[in-house]
């Protein structure tokens, strides 16, 4: 089933949490909606499950509209950041409730448990209290409950948040797995960029209750649309210049620019080359510290017009030999995006 | 920390002497009545009518203050009424004012002097100095305990749970019985337990609003003060101590309950 | 939408029953006690209600230097001491909740009066106990006890020793300790304590009926002041006194809302 969101938008306090939000997901994909605390990110999914009134703009389901629907018609499953699971009843009840409340069988209702205890690898621990869990399983009970009913959407709220790094990156894969053989169109929210990129077809990033780019994990990455989405994702150095004639001047280092006047430079720290410049060369910029960070090594340097940036190499990399504080480098930047200046 | 010797001996003979003495002084002179003289002594008809009369109005007090208080918790802690602060200080008002002035705050109301008091008489309905004046005063006395069990662990209650109860498509009667209330049980079990415990224990408010009429409103407390009256403390003690057992064995219960919901009061 | 009507009608309806079992009679009090001031005002006026009026506040006084102190003593020796048996102390300190206040009285007459265990050697040294002032004091100090010492051991456990640790290694002794690191953190517990206690001196009524015999002149108390002007059919006196204890435990109420409600779950 697809989700259109028109136009979309929430205040609390005179204060816009949403404004002008619309998007559309295709039937069977799997979205992440990518943005910082506070973007409105939760908002925007709580208004698609009904848990929050809209104030303007619409929510469609298929040709079914329904932002004005009571939350138990839209018929969407809703995975809570802290599982939200009943704490006084079996994993077992838990999972049946959304079709116990529905009216459902005892034989068909205990079928469905068993399918998706054996999908979700809870097999055995339907009789268990979810205190008696760990995270990464009740995250995958909570999950459960959400399908048990088959519902025509997923929508996941911070599904990771709660577990640590480890656990969290398995149920990353596990959710991808999961999604690839049940295929409902699952919509969740994070903060965590590798998180969305590694586990979503497409990526949403919400900026101020903006929609800011909506696109593969690949396009983000090479064509952030604005200033917000490059700066916001990888590990970027902006750097202030003013261009003229398709150039923008860095100290001694000339960058492509489609804009004129005061710009910014964004550059990602794996997108920056430097290398010891030769003796009696003159160089683009001057090494301040080498911080070793395990299997990398972060160089930082400021170049002749004041501005400090640094970048990233892998630890052998060839082009360290010789780089030391103090010492002059040679830089190449190999891929940058440059907007206009704001304020 | 380094143990204070003079400390110890001053608490222990200060908390001794103040309670252990007299109370074992009771059981004694329980005690010295023989086994038979106990079980006359506490199966006198006066005495059976009277530990009757507490046992039936306490549950009657039960059976009401667990409801209301779980609905008042539920007022100041989810619902955030309007003057719930002025709520929450009205509910605390029976810690504070002396539980004899409960009994004369509801003679005031319901006596045959009053108002009130004269239309209900005239209508044949009779509060004060009648068993339903005992019942109200037990419910005025009573009215923290549930509150105060059930709000913390209401308060710790995770909002998202009704949330995904209620887009698994659960009704609000169904969020509401099967959601929100199980988890509360333990607490209103608590709160319930120490509504009865104090509801047979309680003195003040009963020797004014009861009326004292044998047979008829004379609670077990005031049994025990006309039998101390009448000069025969074996029997008073006899029946003391059945409330003492009745109350130390509800006494672990309450706390087995709240620990049970989760919340680390007693 | 059919949940606002649940919730007016469950408002409706605690608000309702709130009214019949409190506000409405402490406004119906009032409104006597108002109606005819220059009555109430003569029965307050009587010596002998002066008289009661200031035994009762004396007491408190006493009674809150007491009990705050061995309060916070006891519940310091139930947390941290080593000692053995301080479950038992603990048990011990919440006993005075579960006996019913006649008993409290009738454990200590039966303690006291004649052929009591300690009678003989008190009388030797001229100290008569029951019907004496003594034993209004006792009975207010056993009713008293849990009060301080059940705040501040909840505090003591949720502070744990580490503040106490770091102390000590700074080279602080265990006097300075006490003084400087732990008792500030225990303010707020002991102004509760102290607050309950004093409430509940003021309001103790059955225990020191049952020992102190309210007789006029000796051991007469507010409350029971209010008991015997009930029983000689002076209801404005009765009326005016249990107005001023009403008065005194709305402000006590006041400072205890102040304070953080009692028995909040840490």
């Known amino acids: 089933m697809s989700i259109r969101v028109v136009g979309l938008q929430k205040k609390l306090g005179g204060n816009h949490i949403v404004r002008d939000v619309s998007f559309e997901v295709r039937p069977g994909e799997l979205v992440a909606l990518l943005g910082p605390s506070g973007s409105g990110k939760s908002t925007v999914l709580r208004m698609i499950a009904g848990l929050e009134t809209v104030d303007a703009g619409e929510v469609w389901l298929e040709d079914r509209r329904v932002d004005t629907l009571d939350v138990r018609e839209r018929n969407v499953g809703f995975v809570f950041q802290h599982y939200a699971l009943f704490r006084h009843m079996t994993v077992g009840d838990n999972i049946a409730f959304g079709l116990q409340v529905r009216g459902v069988s005892a034989d068909k209702r205990e079928a469905r448990v068993r399918e998706l205890c054996q999908l979700m690898g809870l097999s055995g621990l339907a009789d268990r209290l979810p205190a008696q869990l760990s995270g990464g399983q009740r995250q995958r009970v909570a999950l459960a409950r959400a399908l048990a009913p088959q519902p025509s959407l997923l929508l996941l709220d911070e599904p990771f948040g709660a577990v640590d790094a480890k656990v969290r990156e398995e149920l990353r894969r596990w959710l991808r797995r999961l999604h690839d053989e049940v295929h409902t169109t699952s919509l969740f929210v994070t903060h965590d960029q590798e998180e969305a990129f590694a586990v979503a077809d497409r990526v949403m990033i919400l900026s101020q209750g903006q929609l800011e780019q909506a696109d593969t994990p690949e396009g983000i990455l090479d064509r952030p649309a604005t200033e917000f989405v490059a700066r916001f994702v990888g590990d970027v150095n902006v750097l202030h210049a003013v261009a003229a004639d398709g150039v923008a001047l860095l100290g001694g280092l000339r960058v492509p620019s489609e804009t004129a006047g005061a710009v910014h430079v964004v550059v990602r720290a794996y997108d920056l080359k430097l290398w010891r410049a030769a003796d009696g060369a003159a160089g683009h910029a001057t090494v301040r510290r080498v911080l070793p960070l395990g299997d990398r090594v972060r160089v930082e340097a400021v170049l002749d017009d004041g501005q400090s940036f640094h970048a990233q190499f892998p630890r052998r990399s060839s082009l360290l030999h010789g780089v030391e504080p103090g010492g002059r480098v040679e830089v190449e930047i190999t891929t940058s995006r440059v907007f206009p200046a704001r304020s | 920390m380094k143990p204070f010797a003079p400390l110890r001996w001053l608490v222990l003979a200060w908390v001794g002497a103040l309670v252990l003495l007299p109370l074992a002084a009771t059981v004694a002179a329980a005690g010295a009545l023989g086994f038979r003289g106990l079980v006359d002594a506490v199966t006198a008809p006066a005495a059976v009518e009277a530990l009757w009369l507490s046992a039936w109005t306490g549950c009657i007090a039960t059976l009401i203050n667990v409801p209301f208080g779980t609905a008042i918790a539920w007022m100041i802690v989810r619902w955030r009424v309007a003057g719930h602060r002025w709520l929450s200080a009205l509910v605390d008002l029976p810690l504070s004012i002396p539980t004899l002035v409960v009994g004369i705050l509801l003679v005031a109301l319901y006596g045959p002097a009053s108002p009130l008091g004269g239309v209900l008489e005239a209508a044949g309905v009779r509060v004060a100095y009648a068993r339903p004046g005992i019942v109200l005063a037990l419910l005025a006395v009573t009215l923290p305990f549930v509150v105060r069990a059930v709000e913390p662990v209401l308060a710790e209650l995770d909002p998202a749970e009704e949330e995904a109860a209620v887009t698994l498509g659960a009704r609000p009667a169904q969020v509401f019985w099967r959601v929100l209330l199980p988890p509360l049980l333990p607490a209103m079990g608590a709160g319930g337990v120490q509504v009865f415990a104090r509801s047979v224990a309680e003195f003040g408010s009963l020797s004014v609003v009861s009326g004292n009429i044998l047979g008829e409103t004379l609670v077990a407390p005031v049994y025990v003060l006309g039998e101390v009256e009448a000069g025969n403390p074996g029997g008073a003690a006899a029946v003391s101590v059945v409330l003492l057992a009745v109350s130390l064995t509800l006494h672990p219960l309450s706390r087995a309950l709240s620990r049970a919901a989760g919340a680390g009061h007693v | 939408m059919s949940d606002r009507w649940v919730r007016r009608w469950v408002i409706g309806l605690v608000l309702a029953y709130l009214g019949a079992i409190l506000v409405v009679p402490l406004f119906s009090l009032l409104s006597v006690v108002v109606g005819a001031p220059d009555r109430a005002i003569d029965g307050l006026l009587r010596p002998e209600a002066i008289d009661a009026l200031t035994r009762t506040l004396t007491v408190t006084a006493v009674v809150v230097v007491g009990n705050v102190t061995m309060g916070v003593a006891a519940a310091w020796l139930v947390v941290r001491d080593p000692m053995r048996g301080r479950a038992a102390l603990d048990a011990?300190?919440?006993?005075?909740?579960?006996?019913?206040?006649?008993?409290?009285?009738?454990?200590?007459?039966?303690?006291?009066?004649?052929?009591?265990?300690?009678?003989?050697?008190?009388?030797?040294?001229?100290?008569?106990?029951?019907?004496?002032?003594?034993?209004?004091?006792?009975?207010?100090?056993?009713?008293?006890?849990?009060?301080?010492?059940?705040?501040?051991?909840?505090?003591?456990?949720?502070?744990?020793?580490?503040?106490?640790?770091?102390?000590?290694?700074?080279?602080?002794?265990?006097?300075?300790?006490?003084?400087?690191?732990?008792?500030?953190?225990?303010?707020?517990?002991?102004?509760?304590?102290?607050?309950?206690?004093?409430?509940?001196?003021?309001?103790?009524?059955?225990?020191?009926?049952?020992?102190?015999?309210?007789?006029?002149?000796?051991?007469?108390?507010?409350?029971?002041?209010?008991?015997t002007a009930m029983e000689e059919r002076q209801e404005e006196a009765a009326y005016a006194m249990s107005l001023v204890l009403a008065f005194l435990a709305i402000l006590l109420l006041a400072a205890l809302t102040a304070l953080g409600r009692p028995r909040r779950s840490p």
């Open chain 3, 92 to 227: 011990l300190l919440d006993l005075p909740l579960a006996v019913s206040p006649v008993m409290t009285g009738l454990s200590l007459l039966l303690l006291f009066g004649r052929n009591g265990w300690l009678a003989s050697p008190l009388s030797s040294m001229g100290v008569v106990v029951p019907f004496q002032w003594p034993a209004i004091l006792l009975a207010t100090l056993f009713v008293t006890l849990p009060f301080t010492a059940r705040e501040v051991i909840l505090v003591l456990r949720e502070l744990g020793t580490s503040q106490e640790e770091a102390a000590a290694t700074l080279g602080a002794t265990g006097w300075q300790t006490f003084w400087r690191v732990t008792l500030p953190n225990l303010r707020s517990a002991v102004a509760l304590g102290a607050t309950l206690t004093a409430a509940r001196a003021l309001g103790e009524f059955g225990a020191v009926l049952v020992v102190g015999g309210a007789i006029r002149g000796r051991t007469q108390t507010a409350t029971t002041f209010i008991h």
